[in-house]
């Protein structure tokens, strides 16, 4: 089955935080993979955690966007992705889960693989397809995700 979203990028497009929030750790800097089967968003659910977040992580120190997802998605699911395959869709901001009001800024990327069978790597405990039907799972970002995606046409049932 296609693990792909197929996605037209004219500019990479950012939102912005309806009341931004000041932290002394500064803005967490994340990065995402939006991988969409049958309508459904691949998500993943970290070990002691109790929501679902988009496939992806913060950055090691000298890592590239690009490189920080690749890594990420091996770690997170298994999936190998070439850098150069990947392209970036938009920027989410908003405030991190469980992370005491830390501002997030999560760059999502499209491309990779035509097919993969992601697995639940070490860290995480749960990789599902999930939709609209599922917000209540999810984390805050991740809904504004899926609204991002429905107002770019791409449907998420």
Same mark, same amino acid.
């Given at each position: 089955?296609?693990?792909?979203?197929?996605?037209?990028?004219?500019?990479?497009?950012?939102?912005?935080?309806?009341? !931004?929030?000041?932290?002394?750790?500064?803005?967490?800097?994340?990065?995402?993979?939006?991988?969409?089967?049958?309508? $459904?968003?691949?998500?993943?659910?970290?070990?002691? $955690?109790?929501?679902?977040?988009?496939?992806?992580?913060?950055? *090691? !120190?000298?890592?590239?966007?690009?490189?920080?997802?690749?890594?990420?998605?091996?770690?997170?699911?298994?999936? *190998?992705?070439? !850098?150069?395959?990947?392209?970036?869709?938009?920027?989410?901001?908003?405030?991190?889960?469980?992370?005491?009001?830390? !501002?997030?800024?999560?760059?999502?990327?499209?491309?990779?693989? *035509?097919?993969? *069978?992601?697995?639940?790597?070490?860290?995480?405990?749960?990789?599902?397809?999930?939709?609209?039907?599922?917000?209540?799972?999810?984390?805050?970002?991740?809904?504004?995700?899926?609204?991002?995606?429905?107002?770019?046409?791409?449907?998420?049932?």
């Amino acid at each position: 089955m296609a693990c792909h979203l197929l996605f037209s990028v004219g500019r990479v497009s950012t939102d912005t935080l309806e009341n !931004p929030v000041d932290h002394p750790a500064g803005p967490l800097d994340s990065v995402a993979w939006l991988c969409v089967r049958d309508g $459904r968003l691949l998500s993943v659910r970290t070990r002691g $955690r109790d929501v679902f977040y988009l496939p992806g992580g913060k950055y *090691e !120190p000298g890592e590239t966007a690009a490189e920080a997802l690749v890594r990420e998605l091996a770690e997170e699911v298994g999936v *190998e992705v070439a !850098p150069g395959s990947l392209t970036e869709a938009f920027t989410i901001h908003d405030v991190a889960h469980g992370q005491d009001g830390r !501002p997030l800024r999560m760059r999502c990327f499209t491309g990779g693989p *035509e097919d993969c *069978e992601p697995v639940p790597g070490r860290e995480i405990a749960e990789v599902a397809w999930l939709g609209r039907a599922d917000l209540d799972r999810c984390a805050p970002a991740y809904r504004k995700v899926l609204a991002r995606l429905a107002a770019d046409g791409i449907v998420v049932r």
